[in-house]
T-cell receptor, first 112, second 113 residues
């Protein structure tokens, strides 16, 4: 079963614009992670935010976490064609299972 | 530092045939995962190893799937016999203890005809 649900399922923007993707989940978590997957490739870890953190930055990426709403957002600023990929959120549920649960992903297309 | 290595990258077989996938994790990573990814979906965990011990195989269809991690390093995932519905990408990932971040291989894409 998949806990995280990304929204939107697909997003198409122009180069230079910002891209925002959202993730909602169902149960309490230890942390939430975002991964990127280029077509036909493996997943690459982007950022991890712990349940006691509200916002985190890494380069052009900004992640927020609202545990009261059980939601997170990933913002990519000044997007580039190379950002075209699928983006997945993954949650580490509380309870000691140590099992990351991935959502279905958002497919981002950045048009040059 | 070498990443997670998987082989083969692509495999086409007929149904009822056996198939095996191999994974070499990043050196020093104690935890190894096999994930299944269907088209347009996120990865779903099949099995997780801590060293050579399978600590979570609750999602592994044990009637046809098997896995092993000898000496706590390389791992093999086998399907016998394969069914049409097994067509998917099989991803291997590893992680150092307690960091949370997973490092993925490029995946093995299986097509069952």
């Amino acid at each position: 079963s998949q806990q995280g649900e990304e929204d939107p399922q697909a997003l198409s923007i122009q180069e230079g614009e910002n891209a925002t993707m959202n993730c909602s989940y169902k149960t309490s978590i230890n942390n939430l992670q975002w991964y990127r997957q280029n077509s036909g490739r493996g997943l690459v870890h982007l950022i991890l935010i712990r349940s006691n953190e509200r916002e985190k930055h890494s380069g052009r990426l900004r992640v927020t976490l609202d545990t009261s709403k059980k939601s997170s957002s990933l913002l990519i600023t000044a997007s580039r064609a190379a950002d075209t990929a699928s983006y997945f959120c993954a949650t580490d549920p509380q309870g000691g299972s140590e099992k990351l649960v991935f959502g279905k992903g958002t497919k981002l297309t950045v048009n040059p | 530092e070498a990443g997670v290595v998987q082989s083969p990258r692509y495999k086409i077989i007929e149904k009822k045939q056996p198939v095996a996938f191999w994974c070499n994790p990043i050196s020093g990573h104690n935890t190894l995962y096999w994930y299944l990814q269907n088209l347009g979906q996120g990865p779903e965990l099949l099995i997780r190893y801590e060293n050579e011990e399978a600590v979570d195989d609750s999602q592994l269809p044990k009637d046809r799937f098997s896995a092993e991690r000898l000496k706590g390093v390389d791992s093999t995932l086998k399907i016998q016999p394969a069914e049409l519905g097994d067509s998917a990408v099989y991803l291997c990932a590893s992680s150092p203890r307690n960091t949370g971040e997973l490092f993925f291989g490029e995946g093995s894409r299986l097509t069952v005809l």
